[in-house]
């Protein structure tokens, strides 16, 4: 897998398959700071929009067969978004929940995060540990969040749990090896449209176009006299 580069990503629709990545946790978890590490490190980033209330990157990467396109969106993590944050999340392909080891609150709230975005049929969820590098070595920290409790309470939904520090890229590899690869085993081979639906997974001009796919999208349709 590289990421695209020069000519390729000036046609933002030109791609095979497009996914929605939803990092939702508390303010001050370090969700910017992971985006900003993820995204540059791991593609070419193409779109970068940002405003008061949410941050979207668009990268773009390909591997032997596929282009693809990943849109993170970096989730607003105030109280007030709570009620509401499914809306944000819905029709995401997959979603992060990131909490502070060093602040066991942020980490109490990414169990309400995460109910709150139960409504939302999301087929990838991960939790994540950030700032695992302070936990570990700051003194005098008070009742820090164990990795014990963070496994179980991403087994607890049914989740893989990953552990990041608050620089450095070689923890956010880790994470989005496992969250590409799960991506990649939405995907039938070959692409199947009825084996498709229901994955959040947006088809791009590539996929469409192709005539294999245009026939096995035909046989799923009604047959008109």
């Excluded at 944000?88 to 992060?96: E, F, K, M, R």
């Excluded at 990041?164 to 039938?188: M, R």
Aim: proline residues 4%; glycine residues 6%.
């Amino acid at each position: 897998m590289n990421p695209i580069g020069g000519q390729q990503h000036q046609e933002l629709d030109d791609y095979h398959f497009k996914f929605k990545i939803s990092i939702v946790g508390d303010s001050g978890v370090g969700k910017t700071t992971f985006l900003d590490a993820i995204s540059s490190t791991l593609g070419s980033v193409v779109e970068n929009e940002q405003s008061s209330e949410l941050h979207i990157k668009t990268t773009f990467y390909i591997d032997d067969a596929y282009q693809y396109k990943i849109v993170y969106f970096d989730m607003p993590g105030k109280e007030r978004h709570h009620k509401y944050i499914h809306k944000y999340v819905n029709g995401s392909t997959a979603i992060l929940f990131l909490f502070d080891t060093t602040k066991r609150t942020s980490f109490e709230k990414a169990e309400q995060w995460i109910n709150d975005c139960e409504k939302c049929d999301i087929p990838i969820k991960i939790l994540v540990g950030n700032k695992i590098d302070l936990s570990m070595t700051k003194k005098n920290l008070i009742n820090p969040v164990t990795k014990v409790e963070a496994v179980a309470l991403a087994r607890k939904y049914g989740m893989e749990y990953f552990e990041t520090c608050s620089v450095g890229e070689a923890s956010i590899v880790q994470v989005f090896d496992h969250l590409f690869n799960s991506l990649l085993s939405l995907i039938p081979n070959p692409p199947d449209p009825e084996q498709l639906m229901g994955k959040n997974v947006v088809l791009g001009k590539r996929v469409l176009n192709d005539v294999k796919f245009k026939l096995s999208l035909a046989e799923l349709l009604p047959n008109y006299d």
